[in-house]
């Protein structure tokens, strides 16, 4: 059960969430527009309190589904504490008691329409917070003795809160070395951290993480040259045709996957000091950037070949 006062700084915050501002996206916008299409501010209001309504349903859930940045008020709190599901089910029923009204703010800022809180939302709301998720102990103590900027110390906490899967001791392990080794010593810290925690959610728990790199650069590869053959086979036949042939049409972004491969690469030197060169693609096609800035970088690139 989480400390009575950290619950209750957490309610005050949600309440002030939820009895603020809520900036409407532009892709929530398109969504009202193209299901809803109400002729007014209050025809919008009308429509999303009518509990009869899916295509209403699905736009509240789009308004009331937390950012990140709405995360990033909370964490500081999430982060001291330990919450229970008992615990988020009794801040989901306080909150629903005390009747919150919010305002929509439409994206020219000047058009903002009150809207009471549905219960559905709070309750969707609380849940996809996953307040009673606990960083790791290990992972958290890296995240506070490496990043020092606050703010980006919450960012990481909020991604690994919403991770599908908790991280396990390897993975853990894994995390931990990719923070100290990549945070405040590569531009692509970031996309390589989404990148870790979607592998990671794809990997058996007990994974040896660099080989779990080395087996996902090599799918990449093969969907690479699957998707650069059948570019090919489309520039003298109808999709139609290979289709009847029996033939799978790729969908894969060959670039982005380029780009996953770079920071396989990035990430796994920086971490184990070694890559693999895998079949499928050319040498020069499996370039690596290595991102020389100090004299570790460069004991680092001297380890790779040797």
């Known amino acids: 059960m989480a400390n009575q006062h950290y619950k209750k700084k957490l309610i005050k915050q949600l309440v002030d969430i939820l009895s603020g501002e809520i900036n409407l996206s532009r892709d929530v916008i398109h969504y009202i527009d193209s299901t809803l299409a109400p002729a007014s501010g209050d025809q919008l209001v009308e429509f999303l309190m009518d509990p009869d309504n899916c295509e209403a349903e699905t736009a509240v859930e789009l308004i009331f589904f937390p950012d990140e940045a709405m995360q990033e008020k909370i964490?500081?709190?999430?982060?001291?504490?330990?919450?229970?599901?008992?615990?988020?089910?009794?801040?989901?029923?306080l909150l629903c008691s005390k009747n919150l009204q919010v305002k929509l703010c439409f994206p020219d800022h000047q058009s903002k329409v009150p809207l009471t809180v549905p219960e559905s939302a709070i309750r969707q709301l609380i849940a996809r917070l996953q307040l009673h998720r606990r960083i790791n102990p290990q992972v958290s103590e890296v995240i506070d003795r490496f990043i020092t900027d606050t703010r980006a110390a919450r960012r990481v906490r909020v991604k690994l809160r919403n991770a599908r899967i908790e991280q396990s001791g390897k993975q853990a392990d894994f995390l931990c070395s990719?923070?100290?080794?990549?945070?405040?010593?590569?531009?692509?810290?970031?996309?390589?951290?989404?990148?870790?925690?979607?592998?990671?959610?794809?990997?058996?728990?007990?994974?040896?993480?660099?080989?779990?790199?080395?087996?996902?650069?090599?799918f990449l590869i093969?969907?690479?040259?699957?998707?650069?053959?059948?570019?090919?086979?489309?520039?003298?036949?109808?999709?139609?045709?290979l289709i009847m042939r029996g033939i799978n049409i790729s969908s894969v972004n060959t670039e982005e996957a380029r780009n996953s491969i770079d920071r396989i690469d990035r990430i796994s030197i920086s971490i184990y000091g070694k890559t693999e060169f895998l079949p499928g693609l050319e040498p020069s096609e499996q370039s690596i950037d290595l991102d020389i800035r100090n004299k570790e970088d460069i004991a680092s690139v001297l380890r790779l070949l040797t």
């Open 222 to 241: 093969k969907a690479i040259r699957t998707a650069e053959k059948n570019q090919r086979a489309l520039q003298s036949n109808t999709v139609e045709a």
């Open 75 to 93: 964490e500081p709190i999430l982060a001291q504490t330990g919450f229970s599901p008992e615990d988020q089910t009794e801040i989901a029923n």
């Open 178 to 218: 990719l923070v100290q080794t990549l945070y405040g010593k590569s531009d692509e810290f970031w996309n390589s951290l989404d990148f870790a925690i979607d592998l990671m959610e794809q990997t058996d728990p007990e994974a040896d993480m660099y080989e779990a790199l080395m087996a996902h650069k090599q």
